[in-house]
Every structure is written in C-alpha cells, then in structure tokens.
C-alpha cells in the first residue's frame, strides 16, 4: 500500500497556483519525497523530488514541513496542460535493491480556463 | 539524450499467444523498472532489472511473465498465453543507479488482448 494520502481530486483556475497536499506521517529518515504526474494517457512524468529542504526547480516547487509527514507541490503559474493525476511517493534512496516506486491513487488536478 | 523508448506503442494480440514489448533505457541508465496498468487503476511495480540481473521481481505475476535485460539491447517483458486480463499499459521507467536513483518513465505500451 503507499505510504502517502492525497485528495482525490483539486481544481485550479488556470495562471493561479496550484498547492497539491500529500500527508507521509509515517516517513522514515532515509525517505524521500517524489512527485510524479500522468498526463493522461502518457508515462508518469517526473516532477521534483526532495528530502527535508524545500526544492525548486522549473517545473515547481516543493515544500516539505519541519516534521516531514507532510509536503506540499507547487506548480506556480498552471496552465491547461498541468491537467493531470499527480502522485506524491515516499522512497528510499540508497541504491539497493527496493527499486519500485509505490503509487497511490493520486490527485486528480483540472485546471480550468 | 532520448528518453526512455518502448516499443511498440500498442499491441494486439489474441488469447493464446505471446506478447514481447521492448524497453531502451536512457543512455547510461543501467536500471529498468515494468510498471503495469489496469484501466481505471494506478501503477503497479512488476520487476526491477540490472543488466543480466533480475533484482526484484515481486511484482510479477509468478506464470507467463517473464522479463530480461541482456548486456546488450533492450530489456523485454513477455507474456506468454496473453489471456483477457492482460490487457493493460505497461510502462518501463530506467534509472542511472548508484548514486542517482530518480526513474524516468517511457511512453508505455498499450496491450490489448481479443
């Protein structure tokens, strides 16, 4: 079962910011966070990812609480093509042999015009 | 640098015979992961591969399925006597292993069984 729990579905008005919540309150140490999302249809993309820091790359922002049982993705300006189910995932990263990722249910994001 | 390439991109097949979908991994990616997809459902972890290594393969149904990543060409999932419930998307994702471990998924191929 994965280790997170999201909203099943957001909606977002389109050039706002879009704030997705993941809950994790089970995260071990050595966990990190992952966001992916699926463009319908399409291959989970890879988003960001982040341990305890707040990350920011040109796709979107991740803020992860002091505590790390939960986090936050922001996608800062969305537009009609950010339409997609996003998964949030904790993982391990030690190069060993728990390779998979574990994905929930997602949310559900429309950005709407 | 191309990304993670699956082919083909769609397959039909009748109950009976045997699917063989193909993944090329990123350049310099020596890891593979098979994901499946059930309509309506999320990613399901099958197998995670090294070159010429099966490291995990919990995930994998324990008949008909199998999977290989050889020393050289792609990795491949067979299915052998594809049944309805097969049909399905299924997605490999590569990573560069070691140190860097974030996985990049392929477009998918889509199997559907008659």
Not at chain 1, 2 to 27: F, V, W, Y
Not at chain 2, 65 to 72: C, D, L, Q, R, T
Request: with cysteine.
């Amino acid at each position: 079962d994965a280790k997170t729990t999201q909203p099943p579905s957001m909606d977002c008005a389109e050039g706002r910011a879009a704030n997705l919540p993941c809950n994790h309150s089970t995260i071990s140490g050595n966990e990190y966070v992952y966001w992916y999302r699926q463009i319908h249809s399409q291959g989970p993309q890879y988003i960001i990812h982040g341990l305890k820091n707040n990350e920011t790359n040109e796709m979107a922002s991740l803020i992860i609480t002091e505590d790390r049982k939960s986090s936050t993705l922001i996608l800062p300006h969305a537009t009609l093509r950010d339409t997609a189910v996003y998964y949030c995932i904790v993982r391990v990263e030690d190069g060993g042999s728990q390779g998979n990722l574990i994905f929930g249910k997602g949310t559900k994001l429309s950005v709407k015009p | 640098n191309a990304g993670v390439m699956q082919n083909p991109r769609h397959l039909v097949r009748r109950r009976g015979q045997e699917a063989r979908l193909r993944c090329s991994p990123m350049k310099g990616h020596s890891h593979v992961y098979w994901y499946r997809q059930l309509p309506e459902e999320g990613l399901k972890f099958m197998v995670y591969l090294q070159k010429e290594n099966i490291i995990d393969e919990s995930g994998m149904p324990k008949e008909r399925f199998s999977a290989e990543f050889p020393k050289e060409g792609p990795s491949i999932l067979r299915i052998q006597q594809v049944v309805r419930g097969d049909s399905a998307a299924y997605f490999c994702a590569s990573s560069p292993g070691i140190v860097q471990e974030t996985q990049y998924f392929g477009p998918g191929t889509r199997l559907l069984v008659l």
